[in-house]
């Protein structure tokens, strides 16, 4: 396993994360509880250190239970990251960023992970109903009373990231990058973080499990699983480009004798900025899966092979 600096923190993070939106039990599928928590303990035996939820993953914070329930015993060997300002009430998601309800979310937090600490606790989404600068200095608060040790971001634009970084100083940001989603690249979020020192968790690497080149339909069957929803690729016409562009990634995983999914990781990780990927899993076959990808990087060549069959396709 490779690990690197988290923006500054000073925390050495694993470029591989355990993800676990999906361990909500509400949104990729149904799981069972005691091989997702032998998924965390399978990420944890390969070298990932991270391990990033929410209080909004599961109806009932149903995440961070679990993963509480995996880190006990094994806390001084985890980097626990969770978020704060999305609830989730009679099933919706809600954003607030008021200061007095973020203090209960992260007490809540706490409880619910089995710690008196969170190592990265990051603002899930913007409010604008809440002053942004409000809740960073909250944010501030509870760095200095100890709860926690670095201040992250979500889901931000370049504007709010700077107004971050000047009033909190955050450590990081978690925007959605993959060969498929490119965004917050595009938008300029990612290179502002390469620029100003901050580390870059990224999410939805994987595109919902698309650019695995094992599902290869719309996902169906289980009322449990809404990525299809989230994630636009299982509709045509993007469905069979996704497929064509699978093509060329099996070429080159082929020649490392990898997996498709370690060539769709090791491109993120090859992005400038990035600091680490993370990876949802809720089976330790493929949380021991995942962590391969570390052995191993892309080439110039192959990135350049990458990147012209993705301009054929997509445009």
Sequence with gaps: MKYRKLGNSGIDVSVIGHGTWGLGNDYFGEIDEDAAVRSIHASLDGGVNLIDTAAAYGLNNDSEKLVGKAIKGRRDKVVVATKVGLLRTFGAYIRTLDPGVMRIELEKSLKNLGTDYIDLYQIHWPDYNNSLEGALKEMLKFKKEGKIRAIGV???SVEEMRQSVEIADISSAQPQLSLLSRG???????????????????????????????????????????????????????????????????????????????????????????????????????AAANVKAADWELSAEELGVIEESYRKIFG
């Design 154 to 156: 979500s889901n931000f």
């Design 184 to 286: 917050f690249i595009e938008s300029g979020v990612i290179p502002f973080c390469e620029q100003n020192g901050v580390g870059v968790l990224t999410y939805g690497s994987l595109a919902g499990g698309i650019l695995t080149g094992k599902i290869t339909k719309r996902p169906a069957g289980d009322p449990k699983d809404h990525r299809a929803e989230f994630y636009p690729f299982y509709d045509e016409p993007m469905l069979s480009m996704v497929k064509e562009l699978l093509v060329t990634l099996k070429t080159v995983a082929d020649g490392h004798n990898a997996s498709v999914a370690e060539a769709s990781i090791n491109w993120v990780l090859a992005q400038p900025g990035v600091t680490c990927a993370l990876m949802g899993s809720s089976k330790p076959e493929t």
